[in-house]
């Protein structure tokens, strides 16, 4: 009884093992020596050619594995869109690919799930009057309804996370993310936060803040 006990369980850990495996979305295999050779095809020196061709398969070669350690983040569902971008040759980079991973990784670094060296809560102004207020209250009316105080903790919880990523981005980005976050039919501080994630990955990727794989 024991035995057949040990047994059920090493096959229930095998399955699981090989369900997780399929789910595993394959990391992109790109042709870049095609990338490479057409974006440069209109060079007329054929040494600077050369050159430029080398300097462009060095830079895919290194984004490629910069980004690979973090390509579980991606979820199916961009997976497919990516694969709808990088369909021809001329887009058969991994530039294109490492825009979508950032932002996955970005996403994952506001809510925890890899650590990317927050900083302490930004003290701008600006930043902190932000509210959702006119969001939760035309969703949900009822001032003493459940839903409200749901949607005020919720939004609360995603400001205080990019609080700690905000001193750090770019100001032009962040203007132009606040400027279509408010006034909007979703919650503020959820688009606000999509909208400036790709920026925290790419730091991640620059080494502009420390990031490591969950």
Same mark, same amino acid.
């Given at each position: ?31 870049? /020596? ?7 095809? +209109?060079?007329?020196?054929? $040494? ?17 594995? $910069? ?9 199916? +569902? ?7 971008y ?6 058969? $980079?991994?530039?294109?690919?490492s ?21 302490e ?31 005020? /903790?919720?939004?609360?919880? +995603? ?21 279509n ?34």
């Amino acid at each position: 009884m024991v035995m057949m006990r040990i047994l059920f369980v090493a096959a229930a850990l095998l399955a699981s093992q090989f369900a997780n495996a399929a789910e595993e979305l394959p990391f992109p295999d790109l042709n870049t /020596e095609g990338y490479c050779t057409a974006s440069v095809s +209109r060079m007329l020196d054929k $040494t600077e050619q050369q050159v430029e061709k080398d300097k462009c398969l060095a830079f895919e070669k290194t984004r490629r594995a $910069t980004i690979r350690p973090y390509w579980y983040l991606v979820e199916r +569902r961009e997976s497919d869109r990516l694969k709808k971008y990088i369909a021809e040759v001329q887009y058969q $980079t991994y530039g294109t690919v490492s825009s979508f991973v950032a932002s996955a990784l970005g996403k994952a670094c506001l809510d925890g799930r890899v650590f990317c060296s927050p900083g302490e809560p930004t003290v701008d102004a600006a930043f902190s009057a932000l509210k959702s207020d006119y969001y939760c209250f035309l969703k949900n009316p009822d001032v003493k309804s459940e839903s409200l105080r749901n949607c005020f /903790e919720e939004e609360e919880t +995603r400001k205080l996370q990019l609080a700690k990523y905000w001193a750090k981005l770019p100001k032009g980005k962040t203007d132009w993310c606040i400027g279509n976050a408010f006034g909007r039919k979703f919650p503020p501080f959820q688009v606000l936060s999509n909208c400036v994630a790709d920026d925290i990955g790419t730091q991640c990727f620059e080494q502009t803040r420390q990031c490591r794989p969950g």
